[in-house]
C-alpha cells in the first residue's frame, strides 16, 4: 500500500486536472494527516504543478507517446522526486510510487511500466539534467510558449531572470511593533543570532 501522503497528492493533482480545482482549495486529502506527512504532501503537489512542463519534456525522453490522465500524474510526480528532492532517496520515489499506481490506478501492469520508467530515468539522471539544461528557456522554467514568448517580448533584457525568480524561495517578511522597537533595532538583534535580515525602506 503506497503511504498516504503521496496517495493524498496524487488525489489533488488529479482533481485539479479533471475537476479544474485551484491547488490551494483542493488540499482536503492532506488535512487529517501528520505535520510532516502533510507538508511532503503539499510540496509534492505544488512541484509537480510548478515544474510540469519541464517534467513532461523529460518523461518524453522514456516513453514513445504522453499517457495522459492519471498515468502522467504518476510519473510526474516520480519524476519530481528524483530529480527535485534530494532528500528523498531514489528507491523511494521509484518503489513508493509504483505501489501508489498499482493501488490506485491499474494494477500490475501499470506499475511495472512506472517502475521501468523511473528507474531508467535514476540510471540516467545526469543525462535527463543536461537535457533540462539544453533544453529552450520555456521547458526549463516550466512554462507555456506563449507566457515565455510574452515575457520575453515585454522584458527583453531580464526575461530569464524573471523566469528563475519565479522558483527562489520567498522572503520572509515581518511586521515591526514599533511601540516596542524599532525596525533597525529587531533587525540587529536578530542578526546577533544569525538570522540575516535587514529593515527595508519606509512605506507609504
Known sequence: MADRARAAAFAILRSIEKNGAYSNLARGPLEALPE???AFGNALVHGVLERQFTLDYVLGRY???APGGAL????RMGAYQI???DRVPDSAACDETTALAHTLHGGRQTAG???AVLRRLCRERAQAERAIAEAPP???YSLSPPLYALLEEQYPACCERIAAAFFAPAPLILRVNTLRTTAEALALALQRQGIVCEPAGETA
Do not use: K, P
Open 83 to 85: 530529480l527535485y528532492m
Open 138 to 140: 520555456h521547458v526549463r
Open 72 to 75: 502522467s500524474i504518476l510519473l
Open 113 to 115: 511500466f512506472v517502475n
Open 63 to 65: 516513453v514513445r507517446r
Open 36 to 38: 510532516l506527512d502533510r
